[in-house]
Nanobody, 115 residues
Framework: QVTLVESGGGLVQPGGSLRLSCAAP????????LGWYRQAPGKQRELVAT???????NYNESVKGRFTISRDGAKNTVYLQMNSLKPEDTAVYYC?????????WGQGTQVTVSS
């Protein structure tokens, strides 16, 4: 089981930026895919962005051009740089890891975009 620890959420004004981080401390093997999902109140959880161990990325259409996912492979750490934030980006953001034995989720971090 991979434990994921997220950080970086908070309150930001529309047009602002935030950077989320997610680490997998103590993991000694390479994680195939790391990603970010989000869930807004009353809505289903949706994919935000993913990145494979080879660096291939995938983004939700609604965040393309505004969000950038990256990873530090040696540390099994993934980042989500979020720019030009909109009120509709408000949600709990969850880190996700896909590896040889299955899937793991982080505890979630709240992102609120409001003036």
């Amino acid at each position: 089981q991979v434990t994921l620890v997220e950080s970086g959420g908070g309150l930001v004004q529309p047009g602002g930026s935030l950077r989320l981080s997610c680490a997998a401390p103590g993991t000694t093997f390479s994680i195939y895919m790391l990603g970010w999902y989000r869930q807004a109140p009353g809505k289903q959880r949706e994919l935000v962005a993913t990145i494979t161990s080879s660096g291939r990325t995938n983004y939700n259409e609604s965040v393309k051009g505004r969000f950038t996912i990256s990873r530090d492979g040696a540390k099994n750490t993934v980042y989500l740089q979020m720019n030009s934030l909109k009120p509709e980006d408000t949600a709990v953001y969850y880190c996700n890891a896909e590896y040889y034995a299955g899937l793991s989720w982080g505890q979630g971090t709240q992102v609120t975009v409001s003036s």
